[in-house]
């Protein structure tokens, strides 16, 4: 009797402890979407048009992001959702155009795009009037110089891209922070004769200079409110919306900024729709699919795509696909040729391995068609300038034209095939199904491949990138991944194809590409202002590296993007390959 | 006692410092001696397109250029005397005891994990008490009922807690009871911005349930069999022809006697979490240590990586001293020692 009134006893806590865990509160949790008017699509919807467009303003866009930002300063940050999103706190002097065609730089903080000198080399910029920070003080080209200079600082600000750096005539400037000059406004490449004006002086011609001033570098920063590497908890804003919290690392909120006047935004194509802003940091990617789907998440901010896991579900689900679009990005899989190693130091063997190269296997590695085409040639057909050239059969024979390889292999003096290695990065699954493919198509031929996968984090630094190490350890074949910094080919090809700035020291993506043609014309190009010319040239250096036969093009790369019923005025921005942040709203109030 | 506790932290101090002293060299030494430069290093923490000079400075910039036992006196220095780190246009005093700063984001190590603590002090405390309820009850009743159906659907329960992975039940769990029922908090609900209590407890629920699944699983069979065991003792059959009453046999003597590994276990395992409880937090996206470390070591962020390592490091001796003090309170042979 007494047992069974203890088993009672605690199987009754067991049971409290069991309705503990059962029964929930009543406050957060489900989303309350009342007030949401629901659109209706179909896949592709936002690709090329605006879906669900509307004017209406109010409701809070609630962003989640898998990661986080590399930083939130303009000076320090180098994430293409970064540059995206930058827009709703910051205004760059060119910046792409919020819409849903082809990429357009247009003016943004200046007038008017820049007026070059005859040589190129002199930039000047027209700052707008009327414009002011969320203070209300007025942003002048003091402002702009003054958030270059900083930018230059690469002990304090690592991270950001070193353009600036590069093509300035710095005269040993180095950082605001060591400047003599009272007002911090020391350096001599950037003139400001009065507060409208700014002056770029360059060490050398480039006509590219309108996509350097789309840099969140060039957003104005505040000599008198700049904490250095505090800078980022609480950046000034000149753009539509300022920082309301911040909890690094966590999440933090914007409100609009009172002091954004739309009369001086007249060419940007932003579009600040939603009262507030709310982006939760490091959530569990998976996890961000699932909340896109359930309306618990309206946008997921770093517009790569949606997961594995998530693409079959929706891909399979009619009422689900309607809501996906696929962004074409101005990213390319593709596998470096390695001419230090024999014998792919001939050309007819680098031949061989792409015409017996597996096109399709390498699509399918990547998630078929919707991870992404299959590229003929190096640039993504989203960078002007592009043209599809296919000299190795991907459109005849995609899964390889071993008639052709082994000619080539003759012609090399490797009639049998011959072995190298190839390598790939160890994280990633679709690398190794790549080299597997690979593999596979090139065995068909002779051509013996080694599969060698090194860790992602030092793949470029100190394996695969560093020229040493890979021709002592015989890595023929490099699989890699290039995404431009913007869509332009200076942007894509300048990285990739110049053989100037392979650095002994690692951290390359180019081991292969070294053409003293294709270094010509790509100096050709960047004193080119003429924007046709200089777009003809690009097209002309993506042949010459491909009739060299130096990389094999595997995909140019789709994110294939999911868009919950709330969300009005959406489209994909060419410019950045994800969905516009600057002028996307929501109908959840 | 008194002493005994003074001198427990004492030795506790000096833990931490070999602590500190071997992680410094695994993640500071083995990959230099592995062939890394101090370029190596560096080239982690820059941007695409950084050169050689860049690549240089930042080495310099963060001590790498430096001989490994300087840069492991500055870090020792750091945490007895606090240091100074440049922020750009002025200079940040790091106060004692100083975990240096992020290679990443440029901020110092100590309070952000004491911003997070919070969240995995409340994930790991709440956790603890439902696995250990939950856990010990079911382990007595089975005991009591072996070889019932009881008995065995809980082991069987049992079996599939300490099988399945937390990513696996923590998305389904989130996928059923949030997105699908609405019964639940969705995952990345930060508990610390809660209103109340209950609101706290409520944004917790599913982290909370799906951890102590995977803990009260284990020690359901350790119970279990810790009773079976003591229950046909010979003091066991003592108290019965006493004529104890069952309830006092089986809790003040079955289940008391049982209880000293489960203790131990026990103290190990929130020492543990505590240090950061990796899996639950990246799975339902909750600020806290576990998530910390988790991105840390994704980024190659040593400072931070090592700031969780002494944090870990720091909960597991104090759990163990507490437990160590607890043996005396269930055990009175421990105590007439």
């Known amino acids: 009797m007494k047992t069974t009134r203890l088993i009672a006893a605690v199987a009754a806590g067991a049971i409290a402890t069991t309705g503990l865990a059962a029964c929930g509160g009543s406050s957060g949790g489900a989303n309350d979407s009342s007030g949401d008017t629901k659109a209706t699509g179909k896949f592709n919807a936002a690709v090329g048009n605006v879906f669900n467009p509307s004017d209406a303003k109010g409701g809070t866009l609630r962003y989640a992001n898998s990661g986080d930002w590399d930083s939130l300063d303009p000076a320090d940050t180098y994430y293409g959702y970064s540059w995206n999103f930058i827009r709703n706190y910051g205004r760059t002097l060119t910046v792409f155009k919020a819409g849903p065609g082809a990429p357009e730089l247009v003016p943004d903080l200046a007038e008017s795009l820049g007026k070059p000198s005859a040589d190129a080399k002199t930039w000047t910029y027209t700052i707008r009037t009327g414009v002011k920070f969320e203070d209300g003080t007025p942003v002048t080209s003091k402002d702009v110089k003054y958030g270059i200079e900083r930018s230059l600082d690469k002990k304090t600000f690592p991270q950001g891209p070193t353009y600036f750096n590069d093509f300035m005539d710095l005269q040993g400037y180095t950082s605001p922070y060591q400047d003599s000059d009272p007002n911090k ?109 359930s309306g618990d998440v309206d946008i997921a901010i770093e517009g790569t795509g949606l997961q594995s896991a ?10 689900l696909k309607a809501k996906a679009d696929t962004a074409a990005t101005t990213r390319l899989w593709f596998t470096s040729l390695n001419a230090d190693v024999a014998p ?148 894509f090809l300048s990285q990739i194809v110049d053989s100037r700035v392979i650095r002994a020291e690692g951290g390359n993506t180019n081991l292969g590409i070294k053409i003293p043609a294709v270094d010509a014309m790509l100096d050709k190009a960047l004193e080119t202002t003429d924007t046709t010319a200089r777009e003809k040239i ?28 709330n969300l009005t005025n959406v489209f994909v921005n060419n410019g950045f390959g994800m969905y516009d942040y600057a002028a996307i709203g929501t109908s959840r109030k | 006692m008194l002493t005994y506790i003074v001198r427990r932290l004492f030795a506790a101090v000096i833990l931490l410092f070999v602590v500190s002293a071997v992680a410094f060299s695994i993640f500071f030494l083995v990959p230099r001696l592995a062939g890394a430069t101090a370029e190596d290093l560096a080239s982690r923490y820059v941007g695409k397109s950084a050169g050689a000079e860049q690549i240089r400075a930042t080495a310099e910039a963060l001590g790498f250029t430096d001989p490994i036992w300087v840069q492991y006196g500055r870090f020792a220095k750091g ?29 110092p190590v100590l309070p952000d994990l004491l911003d997070r603590l919070p969240v995995t002090l409340s994930l790991a405390a709440g956790a603890a008490v439902i696995w250990l309820v939950a856990g010990v009850a079911t382990g007595v ?15 069987g329960v049992a079996l599939a ?34 209103a109340n209590p209950a609101e706290w407890a409520y944004d917790l629920l599913l982290p909370w349930i799906t951890l102590a699944f995977l803990y009260a699983a284990a020690y359901a069979r350790l119970t279990r069999s810790g009773m079976l ?11 019965r022809a006493k004529g104890l009453p069952e309830h006092k046999v089986v809790l003040k003597h079955g289940l008391r006697a049982s209880l000293t590994p489960i203790l131990t276990i026990f103290g190990l395992d929130l020492g543990l979490l505590l240090g950061g409880a990796i899996l639950t937090e990246t799975t339902f996206s909750l600020p806290g240590i576990g998530q910390y470390a988790f991105l840390a070591l994704t980024n190659n962020d040593l400072p931070k990586v090592l700031g969780v390592t002494l944090i870990g490091a720091f909960f597991i001796i104090i759990a163990n001293l507490v437990v160590d003090i607890m043996y005396a309170v269930v055990d009175p042979r421990v105590r007439a020692k």
């Not at chain 1, 590219?208 to 609480?234: C, N």
């Not at chain 1, 998530?310 to 009422?319: E, W, Y």
């Not at chain 1, 042949?543 to 294939?560: C, D, F, R, T």
Request: aromatic letters at 10%; hydrophobic letters at 40%.
């Open chain 1, 185 to 293: 406004l020391g350096l001599k490449a950037i003139e400001t004769p009065d507060d409208q004006t700014i002056i770029f002086h360059l060490n050398r011609p480039f006509s590219g200079m309108d996509y350097f001033a789309q840099l969140p570098a060039t957003i104005p920063v505040p000599a008198t409110k700049d904490t250095g590497t505090k800078y980022k908890e609480h950046v000034i804003s000149s753009g539509p919306y300022m920082f309301k919290t911040n909890e690094l690392g966590k999440k933090f909120t914007m409100v609009r900024n009172p002091n954004y006047d739309p009369a001086t935004d007249p060419d940007s194509g932003r579009k600040p729709l939603a009262d507030n802003l709310e982006v939760t940091l490091n959530v569990n990617a998976d996890d961000i699919d699932n909340r896109l789907q």
């Open chain 1, 310 to 319: 998530a693409q079959g579900k929706v891909l399979s689900d009619a009422a």
């Open chain 1, 344 to 491: 792919l130091d001939n050309i007819d063997c680098r031949k061989a391995v792409l015409f017996a190269a597996d096109k399709t296997g390498y699509q399918r590695a990547y998630g078929g068609a919707i991870g992404g085409d299959i590229a003929t040639n190096l640039m993504p057909p989203l960078i002007p300038g592009a043209v599809k050239t296919d000299l190795y059969g991907a459109g005849s024979k995609p899964d390889g034209d071993i008639d052709k390889a082994k000619q080539a292999l003759q012609a090399c003096g490797q009639p049998n095939g011959f072995a190298t290695n190839i390598s790939y990065r160890a994280e990633r699954p679709k690398e190794k199904a790549t080299a597997e493919a690979l593999q596979q198509s090139l065995a068909k031929v002779g051509i013996k491949l080694t599969i060698k996968p090194y860790p992602l984090a030092d793949y470029t630094k100190l394996y695969a990138g560093k020229p040493d190490y890979a021709k002592k350890n015989k890595l023929g074949l490099m699989v890699y991944g290039w995404g431009a910094d913007w869509p332009d080919g200076f942007g």
């Open chain 1, 538 to 565: 690009w097209g002309d250096i993506d042949k010459a590296v491909m009739e060299n036969a130096s990389a094999l093009p595997g995909v140019w790369a789709k994110g294939l993007l999911f868009r919950p019923d």
């Open chain 2, 79 to 107: 945490l007895v005397a606090g240091a100074d780190y440049p922020t750009g246009p002025t200079t940040e005093h790091c106060p004692a005891p100083c975990l240096g700063y992020s290679f990443l984001t440029q901020n």
């Open chain 2, 141 to 155: 009743l089975s005991a009591l009922k072996r070889g019932s159906i009881f008995d065995r659907a809980a082991m």
């Open chain 2, 161 to 194: 807690g300490v099988s399945l992975p937390i990513f696996f039940t923590g998305l389904l769990s989130l996928s059923i009871f949030s997105y699908a029922m609405g019964w639940a908090a969705p995952g990345g609900t930060n508990p610390m911005d809660a």
């Open chain 2, 229 to 239: 065991e003591t229950m046909n003792e010979d003091f066991i059959r003592t108290a």
